[in-house]
């Protein structure tokens, strides 16, 4: 006789903006846009922000990821950001990003790094921003689900961590930014 396993819990059907998105090449060179879902379906390369928001205790404000997210839903995402959207310069994508996730407008971004992902079905070129932020939030209701304040070496450990923003993340260290 065997038991019988619990069902798991589907996840809701993800909600995919119907954007359209910068792609690049291999070699982070602009060749043209595609849909948000078409980007998804065939695995192109293209660009991405991720913005390490950081208050004065040093602590790092990291994300729980809506259920309804095409990506790692319910991950949580150590930076804000997401995809540069066609024809947009990747720091105005990081600004935008910041502002429609956590309500964050007026700070200035310092740009960090660029890093390259494949994993996943992500191909992405990615580029890091840290701000310095101390107040009140406002949260993307379709995006983010919740925020919690982290020590940097918990945020990094967390077990439901993004890949991406993992990987961000350790290169921002290694490189003397954080």
Not at 116 to 124: D, P
């Amino acid at each position: 006789m065997h038991a019988e396993l619990p069902m798991a819990a589907a996840l809701p059907t993800p909600l995919i903006a119907d954007e359209r998105i910068q792609v690049v090449d291999a070699h982070n060179r602009p060749c043209g846009s595609a849909l948000r879902a078409e980007m998804r379906r065939w695995c192109f390369w293209h660009r991405a922000t991720y913005v390490v928001v950081r208050n004065r205790r040093g602590e790092l404000c990291v994300q729980q990821r809506t259920l309804t997210k095409e990506t790692f839903p319910g991950g949580i995402d150590l930076a804000a950001g997401g995809v540069v959207g066609a024809g947009e310069a990747v720091h105005v994508a990081a600004r935008r990003e910041l502002a429609e996730e956590l309500g964050i407008s007026g700070v200035p971004l310092r740009f960090c790094l660029e890093f390259r992902y494949a994993r996943e079905g992500n191909h992405i070129f990615g580029s890091t921003y840290l701000v310095e932020y101390d107040g009140s939030l406002t949260l993307q209701e379709d995006e983010v689900v919740d925020v919690m304040w982290l020590p940097l070496d918990e945020a990094l450990a967390h077990p439901r961590a993004t890949p991406d923003t993992h990987m961000a993340l350790t290169r921002m260290i290694e490189g003397g930014w954080l």
